[in-house]
């Protein structure tokens, strides 16, 4: 499912701003995300990736600055922008009394897909994700790796426009991990857009291909891959020049630590 017009972006964020109290969390984001791209949020933990994608979802209202996904307001027209996109934010709370299976069909019909659709569509992710076996399995029994699974499911259910996906790897064991990834780099195949946070910088340089980097609230680098690399020899340690860690080391403050001393 891919937009339409021709050269829309993704994503485009203007002025965006989001203050708790005395702490700044967004400091004034300009940003356009190109469609049918996997891109890459990458930053520190504290940078202000997920309140930037909590704006740009409708799950946070932002105290300044405009939101469109797909050429739509995300306040203004918050209705059509939620039928097209599929969101699985840090710490999803599901719905754990349901089963899988359960969780799948209740998202569907609250999403107005017909019941059938449903049904053929939750038959396939579970079985490509890997949880056909535990479709019956109530959600509060499901591991880690299984409960992003299943929210990567719903997320899917629909076929949204763009996709984005708050820290998907984290706490997830190889195997679904790499289900995951299996499923995400067919879904960009097919020309759709995923946005994912991150701070592992070897995973978003082997799935990415566009990345915007975030630091302080701010947005220090965008643009392709290979553009933000540069001259580095990796987007890691481009990443440490660009967030200002390049110089940091461990020095003689903890000349005490190992060996044995106390």
Partial sequence: MVDEAAGVPAVRVQGLWKRFGEQIAVA???????SGRFIGLVGPNGAGKTTTLSMVTGLLRPDHGTVEVAGRDVWRDPAQVKARIG???????????????????????LRGLPGAEVDKRA???????????AQHKLVVDYSTGMRKKIGLAA??????????????????????AQTIRGVLERYTASGATV????????????????????????IRAHGTLEDVRGE????????L???GAGARTAGSDLDWLGGGAR
């Avoid at 991150?198 to 990345?211: A, P, Y």
């Fill in 28 to 34: 004034g984001i300009d940003l356009e995300l190109p």
């Fill in 87 to 109: 969101v699985l934010p840090e710490g999803l709370r599901l719905f754990e009394r349901l089963s899988g299976r359960e969780l799948l069909s209740y998202t569907g019909r």
């Fill in 123 to 133: 038959a396939q992710l579970l079985d490509v994700l890997d949880l056909a076996g």
């Fill in 155 to 176: 997320a899917l259910l629909h076929n949204p426009e763009v996709l984005f996906l708050d820290e998907p790897f984290e706490g997830v064991d190889p195997v679904s």
């Fill in 195 to 218: 946005v994912f946070s991150s701070h592992v910088m070897e995973l978003v340089e082997s799935l990415c291909d566009w990345v915007a980097v975030m630091a302080a609230g701010r």
């Fill in 232 to 239: 580095a020899a990796s987007l890691q340690e481009a990443f």
């Fill in 241 to 243: 020049e660009l967030v």
